[in-house]
């Protein structure tokens, strides 16, 4: 099973950007996926997920911002983020579950993609 995250960059604050992360050897659309991040020095910190029936649930830092959705035809999840804070900066890492409970800790996953890395600027 690979996840491959893509999409990162370095943008200004107040900019948009969008990862994506496909999968592959497995398919997730009955299970959960979601985005984590780890900024320098700092453990890797819950983003969102969302479960195979589309319910969603964000970290209290990005919501309103962020949008997680998911192609299931795709086997890939997305993330849009919108309003982008120099505190946003970090590794972002996709990462996807069998499991349909919704799950906001890493030890819940059991795949994880390489990261992507996202500066914001200010």
């Known amino acids: 099973v690979q996840l491959q995250a893509s999409g990162g960059g370095l943008v200004q604050a107040g900019a948009s950007l969008r990862l994506s992360c496909a999968a592959s050897g497995r398919t997730f659309s009955r299970g959960i996926m979601g985005w984590f991040r780890q900024a320098p020095g700092k453990e890797r910190e819950f983003v969102a997920a969302?479960?195979?029936?589309?319910?969603?649930y964000y970290a209290d830092s990005v919501k309103g911002r962020f949008t997680i959705s998911r192609d299931n035809a795709k086997n890939t999840v997305y993330l849009q983020m919108n309003s982008l804070k120099p505190e946003d900066t970090a590794v972002y890492f996709c990462?996807?579950?069998?499991?349909?409970?919704?799950?906001?800790?890493?030890?819940?996953?059991?795949?994880w993609g390489q990261g992507t890395l996202v500066t914001v600027s200010s």
């Open positions: 969302i479960r195979w029936s589309g319910s969603t």
């Open positions: 990462a996807a579950d069998g499991a349909q409970r919704m799950a906001v800790m890493p030890h819940e996953y059991n795949y």
